[in-house]
């Protein structure tokens, strides 16, 4: 295996409160390597965006975060990815308990086919809470975080499905707020959105960081540089994916990136 | 490949705007100084009128930052780029400003006898625009050592407006009936040594484009 160390490490911004951390992170498809080297720190209780073109490595470097990629068949990882300072691939992690604490929102809103109480109840109970009472707490809890409250609270036994995509999305957000989690993850969560239910999903990311960590994927630039605290920029070139360019405060990154490549995505001059 | 060409190429434009304001204040300048060298009244009286242009422009060229800004979403150099012509057209603009206090001043002085010869009011004036038309090429170029040392060059332009003042305080002392007259070209020179703070100004601003950091260079004494 060809190793090269990521100069970024030398050049990683300082952070006092680190939740999770990727050390010198590799990940294989087969015989494809998706990352390269990957080190880097994402700290709590912020909101952490990594950009880049498709194709670049950013949906797998999330997906390290709560070991989706392992249910990719032939999918190899070598390197460090912590969560709170503990290695979670580890044989002695439980990847059911990983995933409660590290949750995820996909690109399209997937409720599940049943009333919007259930969807939100589904994840609690699985995990073994049955309480009528606790557990109608915990849906009005989650949906007013994220802010969904005041529009379904007179439906909560109407199908999920019946809601509009970014109710749905924001009722995914309650579904996985409702498991207490310790970090979200978002692919893409606003790409099938209209721009007023992006801007709600965003309004309601500021309002979690405070109690959350939060990592998005996105490829919408102007959307990393609204809410992000943290900006990490992937690329590949040629045939080589998984590069993490350059990564910083996300004020920095946008106004002022230190690597030419980063300043040619970001103003469009390369795409 | 580049997928941003009509952004770019209309960020070029307004570059070459701030060129044209820049020479719409350079030429202001030298023609209120000429006007005062040779009192040519209506040549003051066409900077006062002109001026109204100089300032048009400079909307103008806000006009299309602002919308860029909100058309384009710019980013890293290319938001530095416009935040910077911002500043750089109010700089530019108010250079237009002190070429038409010259000119109210030349009209004051109409046909009075001359105090003396001028020799350091021309010589200000021509090292302001000098360093003005340099600055302006280190704006396009992209020339960060051009810029720090055009703006060094200020401290010339400090040390004649001194040495003018020197020379005009001695008059007043030793004539009182020169006080009114020597005034006027103590604001001629006032107005002149304002304007080449104004550079710096912009050398401060072409810094910024290029290496992001806001610094300032060559403090003016005044």
């Given at each position: 295996?060809?190793?090269?160390?990521?100069?970024?490490?030398?050049?990683?911004?300082?952070?006092?409160?680190?939740?999770?951390?990727?050390?010198?992170?590799?990940?294989?498809?087969?015989?494809?390597?998706?990352?390269?080297?990957?080190?880097?720190?994402?700290?709590?209780?912020?909101?952490?965006?990594?950009?880049?073109?498709?194709?670049?490595?950013?949906?797998?470097?999330?997906?390290?975060?709560?070991?989706?990629?392992?249910?990719?068949?032939?999918?190899?990882?070598?390197?460090?990815?912590?969560?709170?300072?503990?290695?979670?691939?580890?044989?002695?992690?439980?990847?059911?308990?990983?995933?409660?604490?590290?949750?995820?929102?996909?690109?399209?809103?997937?409720?599940?086919?049943?009333?919007?109480?259930?969807?939100?109840?589904?994840?609690?109970?699985?995990?073994?809470?049955?309480?009528?009472?606790?557990?109608?707490?915990?849906?009005?809890?989650?949906?007013?975080?994220?802010?969904?409250?005041?529009?379904?609270?007179?439906?909560?036994?109407?199908?999920?499905?019946?809601?509009?995509?970014?109710?749905?999305?924001?009722?995914?957000?309650?579904?996985?707020?409702?498991?207490?989690?310790?970090?979200?993850?978002?692919?893409?969560?606003?790409?099938?959105?209209?721009?007023?239910?992006?801007?709600?999903?965003?309004?309601?990311?500021?309002?979690?960081?405070?109690?959350?960590?939060?990592?998005?994927?996105?490829?919408?630039?102007?959307?990393?540089?609204?809410?992000?605290?943290?900006?990490?920029?992937?690329?590949?070139?040629?045939?080589?994916?998984?590069?993490?360019?350059?990564?910083?405060?996300?004020?920095?990154?946008?106004?002022?990136?230190?690597?030419?490549?980063?300043?040619?995505?970001?103003?469009?001059?390369?795409? | 490949?580049?997928?941003?060409?009509?952004?770019?190429?209309?960020?070029?434009?307004?570059?070459?705007?701030?060129?044209?304001?820049?020479?719409?204040?350079?030429?202001?300048?030298?023609?209120?100084?000429?006007?005062?060298?040779?009192?040519?009244?209506?040549?003051?009286?066409?900077?006062?009128?002109?001026?109204?242009?100089?300032?048009?422009?400079?909307?103008?060229?806000?006009?299309?930052?602002?919308?860029?800004?909100?058309?384009?979403?710019?980013?890293?150099?290319?938001?530095?780029?416009?935040?910077?012509?911002?500043?750089?057209?109010?700089?530019?603009?108010?250079?237009?400003?002190?070429?038409?206090?010259?000119?109210?001043?030349?009209?004051?002085?109409?046909?009075?006898?001359?105090?003396?010869?001028?020799?350091?009011?021309?010589?200000?004036?021509?090292?302001?625009?000098?360093?003005?038309?340099?600055?302006?090429?280190?704006?396009?170029?992209?020339?960060?050592?051009?810029?720090?040392?055009?703006s060094?060059?200020?401290?010339?332009?400090?040390?004649?407006?001194?040495?003018?003042?020197?020379?005009?305080?001695?008059?007043?002392?030793?004539?009182?009936?020169?006080?009114?007259?020597?005034?006027?070209?103590?604001?001629?020179?006032?107005?002149?040594?304002?304007?080449?703070?104004?550079?710096t100004n912009?050398c401060e601003?072409?810094v910024f484009?290029?290496?992001?950091k806001m610094e300032e260079i060559g403090a003016s004494?005044?």
């Amino acid at each position: 295996m060809e190793v090269t160390l990521n100069k970024n490490i030398e050049s990683l911004p300082y952070l006092d409160n680190v939740k999770l951390r990727t050390r010198m992170a590799n990940l294989y498809y087969n015989k494809f390597q998706a990352l390269r080297n990957v080190t880097l720190e994402i700290p709590s209780h912020a909101i952490t965006a990594i950009i880049g073109p498709s194709g670049c490595g950013k949906s797998s470097l999330l997906r390290l975060f709560n070991r989706m990629n392992d249910l990719i068949p032939n999918t190899r990882v070598t390197g460090d990815i912590e969560l709170d300072g503990k290695n979670i691939y580890e044989k002695s992690i439980d990847v059911v308990d990983l995933r409660k604490r590290v949750g995820m929102v996909f690109q399209k809103p997937n409720p599940f086919p049943m009333s919007i109480y259930d969807n939100i109840v589904f994840g609690p109970k699985q995990h073994g809470r049955t309480n009528r009472n606790e557990l109608n707490k915990i849906v009005e809890n989650v949906l007013r975080k994220s802010a969904l409250w005041d529009e379904v609270k007179d439906k909560l036994e109407q199908s999920a499905l019946a809601l509009s995509g970014g109710q749905q999305q924001r009722l995914c957000i309650a579904r996985v707020l409702a498991v207490e989690p310790e970090v979200i993850l978002m692919d893409e969560p606003c790409s099938a959105l209209d721009p007023v239910a992006t801007l709600k999903i965003e309004d309601l990311m500021r309002t979690l960081r405070e109690i959350y960590t939060i990592v998005i994927v996105t490829h919408n630039m102007q959307q990393a540089a609204r809410v992000s605290d943290m900006a990490a920029f992937m690329m590949m070139a040629g045939d080589r994916a998984g590069e993490l360019v350059e990564y910083g405060h996300t004020s920095q990154i946008f106004t002022n990136p230190r690597d030419k490549r980063t300043e040619d995505y970001i103003t469009g001059r390369f795409g | 490949m580049e997928i941003r060409a009509d952004f770019h190429k209309r960020l070029h434009n307004i570059k070459d705007d701030v060129l044209v304001l820049g020479s719409m204040s350079g030429k202001a300048i030298l023609n209120s100084i000429d006007a005062l060298r040779n009192r040519n009244l209506e040549l003051a009286k066409q900077v006062i009128e002109g001026d109204h242009i100089i300032n048009q422009k400079r909307f103008e060229i806000e006009e299309k930052c602002i919308q860029l800004i909100a058309t384009q979403q710019p980013m890293a150099s290319d938001l530095r780029m416009i935040v910077s012509v911002l500043n750089i057209g109010t700089e530019l603009e108010r250079i237009g400003d002190y070429a038409l206090g010259i000119s109210r001043v030349v009209i004051m002085i109409g046909d009075e006898p001359p105090l003396k010869p001028l020799i350091d009011i021309p010589r200000m004036a021509e090292k302001t625009i000098d360093m003005l038309r340099r600055s302006l090429d280190a704006f396009i170029n992209q020339d960060v050592e051009g810029a720090r040392e055009i703006s060094a060059e200020d401290d010339s332009v400090d040390n004649l407006y001194d040495q003018i003042y020197r020379e005009l305080l001695t008059f007043m002392i030793e004539d009182p009936k020169t006080i009114t007259r020597a005034t006027r070209l103590m604001w001629v020179a006032h107005n002149l040594e304002r304007a080449a703070d104004r550079v710096t100004n912009i050398c401060e601003r072409v810094v910024f484009v290029i290496t992001g950091k806001m610094e300032e260079i060559g403090a003016s004494k005044y």
